[in-house]
């Protein structure tokens, strides 16, 4: 069968045209929604959320723009490849009701992912985490890069990317919402007066509060709550502070730096665990004798020679001999 340009033409004006226009259509539809949902999306949020910080506001403007983009682009699509498709003359009718059907029968096979829709719809209703917070969800820590309604992605410290359903996802722990806490432990030796260290730490924990490079990150100086414990090696000193949401980590390393400089100043021991090894006798237990005398081991008792035992006729023989 030969194809002459005639048909062609023909073809392209009577549905070509339609088709390149539905396709102009999706692609300036994809732009419009690529722009204006972000600015809808974030106005509604402001509206609902006015005395929360910027940065959360942020974060969740972020995480319904993605999932709304995702959808409506989507949905768009099928809508415009079944139109295509009827103007290349196919019933689309029969192909419906077979994907309903077909939908039926999947519904059935796909538990797990109806699961992780119904999930992620909730994540998101519920506002649990959304993108660049710090989460533990299924046992994974990271930062949140996606968050939609099938899954949610992490990525750890080690830069691994973590890709985990929804439905997983049972408890969601959230480490940077609306504010973070510092919370640390530090041993000092047993012969510490004690209430000159807690003020040592206290005053570290507020120079750090007063430096202008600092204290836009902190909302309550760190500071002694208690003594926290007795532990073989030393003392155990509770200290508690308020950060910004994701500043904890950063305050956290540089308030650790001071205070073992300070130590290192003040005299204040950081104990850690120690251990002697002494090899042969213990000191103080050597014998003030230059040589101590040793005896030659007894022979065993089943070796020694037993005396002769003299009947008393071999005695009253012997002695008239």
């Known amino acids: 069968m030969v194809i ?9 004006g009577e549905y070509g045209w339609r088709i390149l226009l539905l396709i102009a259509i999706y692609v300036a539809l994809y732009f419009v929604i690529r722009r204006f949902i972000p600015l809808a999306v974030g106005k509604a949020v402001k509206r609902t959320m006015k005395n929360k910080p910027k940065a ?8 319904l723009s993605s999932v709304f983009i995702q959808t409506g682009m989507i949905g768009t699509g ?35 992912l109806i699961k992780d829709i119904l999930n992620g719809f909730l994540i998101l209703l519920e506002n649990q985490y959304g993108i660049d917070d710090v989460v533990k969800v299924a046992g994974v820590i ?6 939609g309604l099938r899954r ?9 990317l973590h890709s985990i359903p929804n439905g997983e996802i049972g408890v969601a722990s959230n480490y940077t919402r ?13 012969g510490e007066d004690l209430r000159h260290v807690i003020q040592v730490i206290n005053r ?24 926290d414990a007795f532990d073989d090696s030393g003392i155990a000193i509770k200290i508690l502070g308020q950060t910004q949401a994701g500043e904890q980590w950063n305050v956290l390393g540089e308030f650790r730096l001071r205070l073992k400089e ?13 251990t002697k090894v002494f090899f042969g006798n213990a000191p103080g237990e050597i014998s003030s004798k230059a040589h101590i005398e040793q005896k030659p081991p007894s022979p065993p008792p089943s070796k020694r020679k037993r005396p002769a035992i003299l009947a008393p006729e071999d005695e009253g023989e012997g002695e008239g001999g």
């Open 78 to 112: 099928i809508i415009v490849l079944f139109t295509i498709l009827a103007q290349l003359g196919i019933n689309v009718g029969p192909a419906l009701a077979g994907l309903g059907v077909a939908g039926i029968a999947v519904g059935f096979g796909a538990q797990s």
């Open 152 to 160: 949610t992605v992490l990525r750890d410290l080690d830069g691994i």
């Open 178 to 190: 609306e504010w973070s806490r510092i919370n640390m432990n530090i041993s000092v030796g047993y």
């Open 4 to 12: 002459s340009w005639s048909i062609i033409l023909n073809w392209f």
């Open 56 to 63: 959360l506001i942020k974060k969740r403007t972020n995480t």
């Open 204 to 227: 570290v924990g507020k120079g750090l509060t007063a430096d202008p490079e600092w204290t836009s990150r902190i909302i309550k100086a760190p500071e002694v709550l208690r003594v």
């Open 262 to 274: 300070v130590f290192d100043k003040e005299g204040i021991e950081i104990p850690w665990p120690h």
């Open 142 to 147: 990271g930062l949140v890069e996606e968050v």
